[in-house]
């Protein structure tokens, strides 16, 4: 910090300029909002997950912690839990595919030091109802992480636009922690991401600090030891050059096109569209079309979606490249259907039959044994 000191001073604006998108100024957030950039979403979340367990650790004396979540929320969390020896509990969303704040109230015990919403949730869109969970933790004297990595940089100009936006941010009580990736909708360099507490007694813990090394005292922010500046330097400039005005032009376009792109998939009589979307992620299913051959005949037509399971379907995240070629997508996805309507049957080369036959797999372990001998094979 001492000899990149522009470097550190880019990332004290950067995480600065975002806490204030999320709620850092409200009354309600305490004003002691902190953080520090990251390389994403994922390790955003690792280090919430790692600070919320030593946090509740020192506060409550909790030694075989537990965390839970609904299904929807990001596999980080999973990766978090063998990480860091922590209970994972995961919890079926409701019927309108959000967190089931009943459902996660009645799974708290003594070991629980965390509960998860999503603001939206990457599989659906969709945002969890926030301020329910922020009560709930709050009565319980638990940590609540909420993942705005998609959402962080939509939300806060979406609800100016007038869009009904429910509260997602630090003015909700209860929230200890959120992860928003610049990298995404901030539209920064690939590998930018920004951790943020409630309070620094919360973040400390995220710090680890050695003093009984012969090469010196050591203590580090983040996961990485050496972090690459240029990034953190991309990000600020993104920020900094797009301001308040940019992306509010940018989140206008981006939800009118999704808008847009609701209707013409609801036009389409096969298909239907997963829960209520509150942001730009849309997903879609079929319950008489096999939606995994649409989704094998779109890329082949250069169109790259999403599988998703439970139900089965595909999702599109809308960005700026999507804004002049909607309509081709639409065009694109209706001859998609009626080809698989009229022909059914796997694609050459597609992936419909592994991620049909993966679903219908009772056993989970021999589905994840297969995952990790593919990783292994592929890398």
Same mark, same amino acid.
């Given at each position: 910090?001492?000899? =990149? ?30 953080? $520090? ?9 690792? !280090?919430?997950?790692?600070?919320? /367990? ?24 999973? #990766? ?7 209970? !994972? ?7 309108? =595919? ?8 009645? /799974?708290?015990? #003594?070991?629980?030091? !965390? ?43 979406? /609800?100016? !636009? ?21 990298? #995404? ?12 507490? &409630? $309070? ?26 050496? &972090? ?20 509010? $032009?940018?989140? /206008? ?30 997903? =879609? ?9 649409? $989704? ?13 399971? &439970? ?48 679903? #219908? ?19």
């Amino acid at each position: 910090m001492d000899v =990149f000191q522009s470097v550190a001073r880019f990332e004290g604006e950067v995480v600065a300029m975002t806490a204030t998108l999320l709620g850092s100024k409200e009354k309600a957030s305490g004003g002691q909002i902190c953080g $520090n950039m990251t390389s994403g979403g994922t390790e955003s979340i690792l !280090l919430a997950v790692k600070s919320s /367990r030593d946090y509740m650790k020192a506060k409550r004396g909790i030694t075989r912690p537990e965390m839970i979540i609904p299904e929807s929320a990001h596999s980080a969390y999973d #990766k978090a839990a063998q990480y860091f020896n922590i209970k !994972l509990v995961r919890v079926p969303v409701n019927k309108e =595919f959000q967190a089931d704040v009943k459902g996660i109230r009645r /799974r708290i015990n #003594k070991n629980t030091i !965390l509960i998860v919403g999503s603001s939206p949730g990457f599989p659906h869109g969709i945002i969890d109802p926030i301020e329910e969970l922020g009560e709930l933790a709050s009565s319980f004297g638990i940590c609540f992480h909420v993942d705005l990595c998609l959402g962080g940089f939509v939300l806060p100009f979406a /609800r100016k !636009l007038g869009y009904p936006i429910p509260p997602f941010d630090f003015s909700v009580e209860g929230v200890t922690s959120i992860s928003v990736d610049v990298h #995404k909708y901030g539209l920064a360099p690939k590998g930018t991401s920004v951790v943020l507490y &409630r $309070n620094h007694d919360i973040r400390k813990h995220q710090f680890v600090a050695v003093t009984e090394w012969s090469g010196g005292l050591y203590v580090s922010p983040t996961i990485a030891g050496s &972090r690459p500046g240029s990034l953190i330097a991309g990000a600020w400039a993104a920020m900094v050059s797009l301001g308040q005005e940019g992306y509010l $032009n940018n989140t /206008r376009e981006i939800m009118e096109v999704s808008k847009k792109l609701q209707k013409g998939i609801k036009d389409i009589p096969e298909l239907f569209i997963i829960g209520r979307p509150d942001m730009t992620i849309v997903a =879609f299913g079929s319950d008489v079309i096999d939606i995994f051959e649409v $989704n094998d005949i779109l890329s082949s037509k250069g169109w790259h979606l999403n599988a998703l399971q &439970r139900p089965n379907s595909i999702h599109i995240c809308v960005t700026l490249q999507h804004v002049l070629v909607i309509d081709d997508f639409l065009s694109d996805l209706k001859e998609s259907v009626q080809t698989v309507k009229q022909n059914p049957g796997p694609v050459n080369g597609g992936l419909a039959p592994i991620y049909g036959a993966a679903g #219908k797999m009772p056993d989970r372990g021999m589905v994840q044994e297969l995952l990790v001998n593919f990783m292994d094979s592929s890398c």
